[in-house]
T-cell receptor, first 115, second 113 residues
Framework: NAGVTQTPKFQVLKTGQSMTLQCAQD?????MYWYRQDPGMGLRLIYY???????DKGEVPNGYNVSRLNKREFSLRLESAAPSQTSVYFC??????????????FGPGTRLTVL | AQSVTQLGSHVSVSEGALVLLRCNYS??????LFWYVQYPNQGLQLLLK??????LVKGINDFEAEFKKSETSFHLTKPSAHMSDAAEYFC???????????FGQGTRLTINP
């Protein structure tokens, strides 16, 4: 099993450009998450999807949109990139069993720089 | 809202010494607690988790953590540090049954030979 995969690994954008970060998991998990990691701030939740067909905002959703394409895939879109969105982005997934807080499994991350 | 504080953004110990990484949470009811580790240029992986069974939780690579309700703490320890333990460590908290985690700011552990 590949676990959680993310593409691309690195990306450089100019301010105002758009891009989509892709995430896929092969563990048949229900729940998927997008985080951003910034120095000294830990990981902050951008959006999550408790199950296929549902998405909800996390702590820092402004400037981002998501799509839960199917059970396996959860994409993150930056419509008009800003330098403040320079960060490392992680996708994660979990079984998402009702009433139970399960382990989250993380992808390797996408390092995004916005000039 | 849940929150978690990790004391010390950077901890340095000698190889073979005790590792102690501190985590305190704020919650009106006992939450679920997690420690994750991030090796350089990798994603996070679970070290251990507390979900209201035994208060002393053992994880991978000889790490363990003790849930202390009276101190609202979940500190991570390892008796003897190894060079391969150099990484960033994150404490995370969740309401029981919730799917979302709230992460601390992380502690970077350096091991000196």
């Amino acid at each position: 099993n590949a676990g959680v995969t993310q593409t691309p690994k690195f990306q450089v954008l100019k301010t105002g450009q758009s891009m989509t970060l892709q995430c896929a998991q092969d563990m048949n998990h229900n729940s998927m998450y997008w985080y951003r990691q910034d120095p000294g701030m830990g990981l902050r939740l951008i959006y999550y999807s408790a199950s296929e067909g549902t998405t909800d905002k996390g702590e820092v959703p402004n400037g981002y949109n998501v799509s839960r394409l199917n059970k396996r895939e959860f994409s993150l879109r930056l419509e008009s990139a800003a330098p403040s969105q320079t960060s490392v982005y992680f996708c994660a997934s979990s079984r998402g069993l009702a009433g139970y807080t399960d382990t989250q499994y993380f992808g390797p991350g996408t390092r995004l720089t916005v000039l | 809202a849940q929150s978690v504080t990790q004391l010390g953004s950077h901890v340095s110990v000698s190889e073979g010494a005790l590792v102690l990484l501190r985590c305190n949470y704020s919650s009106s009811v006992p939450p679920y607690l997690f420690w994750y580790v991030q090796y350089p240029n990798q994603g996070l992986q679970l070290l251990l988790k507390y979900t209201s069974a035994a208060t002393l939780v053992k994880g991978i690579n000889d790490f363990e953590a003790e849930f202390k309700k009276s101190e609202t703490s979940f500190h991570l320890t390892k008796p003897s540090a190894h060079m391969s333990d150099a990484a960033e460590y994150f404490c995370a908290v969740s309401d029981r049954g919730a799917q979302k985690l709230v992460f601390g700011q992380g502690t970077r552990l350096t091991i000196n030979p």
